[in-house]
């Protein structure tokens, strides 16, 4: 049972570059959180969505950034025109029901931009 | 708002010296809590967990009491081994909206 899965694992993008996180979560899941862990700090909460439904986004930047999880294929976490102080590594986490309990990671994305 | 704090790190013990991490929250309602651990270069692993005041989650020999009486949640282990070396993370899920509050993390250095 694979695990919740994130792609790519690293990615450098150029100041004003668009990057583009894919997350898969695992088989049965259909609650995805997006988490972004600044340097030398925990992990702050961005988006939560079900398919094709965004639920709470109140920790997404108001510009730049949106998610989404379309009813078939990952969830996709898109920023645009990125700046260096999006460099972070991104989590994106899974669940199979909204009751508070056990999220599952995936490994994350780093992103730097250079 | 809901928040969580975590004891200061780094920290770095002697193989077999005993460990704890203190966390604290705030938070309206009853929360669960957790313990979530990362080692180098990978996601968060849900370590230990309680759902209500005065539970106890235990895995692996780390152990971490919910109190409510001092809103706290400190991780415990009796003997702590080399291969115990990772960031450890107390987060808090208040079941309205299902998101986490995350402490900024312990970093744990165990040295053989």
């Known amino acids: 049972?694979?695990?919740?899965m994130q792609n790519?694992?690293?990615?450098?993008?150029?100041?004003?570059?668009?990057?583009?996180?894919?997350?898969?979560?695992?088989?049965?899941?259909?609650?995805?959180?997006?988490?972004?862990?600044?340097?030398?700090?925990?992990?702050?909460?961005?988006?939560y969505l079900?398919?094709?439904n965004i639920i709470d986004e109140s920790g997404m930047p108001k510009e730049r950034f949106s998610a989404e999880f379309?009813?078939?294929?990952?969830?996709?976490?898109?920023?645009q025109q990125v700046v260096r102080g999006d460099s972070a590594a991104y989590f994106c986490a899974s669940s199979a029901?909204?009751?508070a309990g056990e999220q599952y990671f995936g490994p994350g994305t780093r992103l730097t931009v250079t | 708002g809901d928040s969580v704090t975590q004891m200061e790190g780094p920290v770095t013990l002697s193989?077999?010296?005993?460990?704890?991490?203190?966390?604290?929250?705030?938070?309206?309602?009853?929360?669960?809590l957790f313990w979530y651990v990362q080692y180098p270069g990978e996601g968060l692993q849900l370590l230990l967990k309680a759902t209500k005041a005065d539970d106890k989650g235990s895995n692996k020999g780390f152990e971490a009491t919910y109190r409510k009486e001092t809103t706290s949640f400190h991780l415990e282990?009796?003997?702590?081994?080399?291969?115990?070396?990772?960031?450890?993370f107390?987060?808090?899920?208040?079941?309205?909206?299902?998101?986490?509050?995350?402490?900024?993390?312990?970093?744990?250095?165990?040295?053989p």
């Open chain 1, 97 to 99: 029901t909204s009751d």
């Open chain 1, 50 to 52: 079900q398919k094709e």
């Open chain 1, 8 to 47: 790519p694992r690293h990615l450098v993008r150029r100041r004003g570059q668009e990057a583009r996180l894919r997350c898969s979560p695992m088989k049965g899941h259909s609650h995805v959180y997006w988490y972004r862990q600044l340097p030398e700090e925990g992990l702050k909460f961005m988006v």
């Open chain 2, 15 to 32: 193989e077999e010296a005993f460990l704890t991490i203190n966390c604290t929250y705030t938070a309206t309602g009853y929360p669960s």
């Open chain 1, 70 to 79: 379309p009813k078939e294929g990952p969830s996709i976490l898109r920023i």
């Open chain 1, 1 to 4: 049972n694979a695990g919740v």
């Open chain 2, 77 to 88: 282990k009796g003997s702590v081994q080399v291969s115990d070396s990772a960031v450890y």
């Open chain 2, 90 to 111: 107390c987060a808090l899920n208040r079941h309205t909206g299902n998101q986490f509050y995350f402490g900024t993390g312990t970093s744990l250095t165990v040295i």
